[in-house]
């Protein structure tokens, strides 16, 4: 991409204020913010899966399956933003094809192939019975689609029929083993996306040791509240259904409403404290930038402290992280009051990734001017889309429309 393609990309969005240098412009756009906000979905939601088969953590059982299931829908949306930004996307599988450890992104493949093996090989190792079970009721059917469904079981077994005990423990023990190996490849895999900002010396904003252990928390956090929202909203559609079809007064909806209520008010104590970690980090990393007071504190404070102050302090600490943490604290926690605050927390860690992208480049290298970035809300070309309010949220609505293909062959939720 040439110099002149930079400047045009750049200039679409770019408003500068004060002294800033003609060739600077804010070139990370919504998509570079949403590329770690994906990847660390992703982390996050096989974090929580783990803390059952890896810590025996047996109050989370039912929320393992289904965390584990959306880690995989939410995959192949990791790369989709760099997809998205790329002039050339195609060169984009280079890093998958060619993995080397030259480089933080270069060895961004060997970490992601090796996790999508780990996130398959688990969901095998899980559902093998089930494959088996599949198998086993549809053989005697013979109409068109359960033909279809016998013969992609019988694809998914890869043979492996035997449901004796021994076998069946020993796939457990394979589950555990992966989920085992996954957590520090997990971490490791959104890890890098924040030392790739924290390694960058000529950004005073970014250039910081905790960055990489902050991205990691603020994941974890992510992750555990998307999967905790997505199942809240399966389990209210199911009791809507199930309200039109039998009655309010049906026990279905009663079981529905028990079995839901129990595994949120577990998971809300694993998310509050990962939330705490989070803001502490997040916290401690402010209180340093101000105790050391480098030479760049003057145009960091300015940035922090005035041209940024509702984004960061408003916006992300109280609104995404203080308020969520106190409605999860409140007695009598509620099914809406518990969505409301995850809805906050992901809207919360979404601003920090804003603030860590969008804020790094707001500030002149000149340390005497600012950039405003604008986003595009209604597009006039396909960079617009691409860079605008549209195409983060095709990249955002992506895992759920995979979520509810794998679902049709592997089942998340089982409350009955």
């Not at 688990?122 to 019975?129: K, L, N």
Request: with cysteine; glycine share 6%; hydrophobic share 55%.
């Amino acid at each position: 991409m040439g110099t002149e393609e930079m400047v045009v990309h750049g200039a679409e969005w770019t408003v500068k204020q004060l002294f800033v240098y003609p060739n600077e412009f804010i070139y990370w756009s919504v998509q570079i913010v949403m590329y770690p906000y994906m990847t660390g979905l992703v982390a996050g939601a096989f974090v929580l899966s783990s803390l059952y088969h890896v810590f025996d953590q047996k109050d989370l059982k039912d929320m393992a399956r289904f965390s584990l299931v959306f880690s995989l829908a939410l995959l192949p949306t990791a790369m989709m933003p760099l997809m998205f930004h790329l002039q050339q996307p195609l060169r984009g599988f280079n890093v998958l094809f060619t993995p080397h450890f030259t480089s933080a992104i270069a060895a961004f493949g060997i970490v992601f192939s090796t996790y999508a093996m780990i996130v398959v090989s688990e969901i095998w190792f899980v559902y093998r019975q089930f494959f088996v079970e599949q198998i086993n009721e549809l053989r005697a059917k013979n109409d068109g689609l359960s033909r279809l469904k016998f013969y992609l079981y019988q694809l998914f077994s890869l043979g492996a029929h035997d449901l004796s005990d021994e076998a069946v423990n020993k796939d457990k023990r394979a589950v555990r083993l992966l989920a085992a190996i996954g957590i520090p490849v997990a971490c490791f895999l959104h890890g890098y996306a924040g030392f790739i900002f924290g390694s960058v010396k000529a950004n005073a904003l970014w250039m910081s040791p905790l960055m990489p252990v902050i991205f990691i928390m603020s994941a974890v956090v992510s992750g555990i509240a998307l999967c905790m929202l997505t199942y809240i909203a399966i389990m209210e559609w199911k009791k809507f259904s199930t309200v039109l079809a039998r009655g309010r007064g049906d026990e279905s909806v009663q079981l529905i409403r028990s079995v839901e209520m129990e595994v949120v008010k577990k998971a809300s104590r694993y998310l509050i404290g990962f939330l705490v970690a989070a803001i502490s980090l997040e916290l401690l990393d402010l209180i340093f930038r101000g105790y050391t007071a480098m030479k760049s504190w003057d145009i960091l404070r300015t940035v922090m402290y005035e041209e940024d102050f509702v984004k960061i302090f408003i916006l992300q600490y109280l609104c995404g992280n203080l308020l969520p943490f106190v409605l999860l604290l409140l007695p009598r926690l509620t099914i809406r009051r518990t969505a409301f605050a995850l809805a906050l927390i992901l809207f919360g860690v979404f601003m920090m990734r804003w603030n860590v992208v969008i804020g790094g480049q707001a500030f002149s290298l000149s340390f005497a001017g600012f950039m405003h970035y604008h986003i595009p809300v209604i597009p006039h070309s396909l960079e617009t889309y691409k860079e605008g309010v549209l195409g983060a949220l095709t990249v955002a609505g992506t895992p759920f429309v995979l979520f509810w293909l794998i679902n049709k062959i592997v089942p998340s939720i089982r409350y009955n």
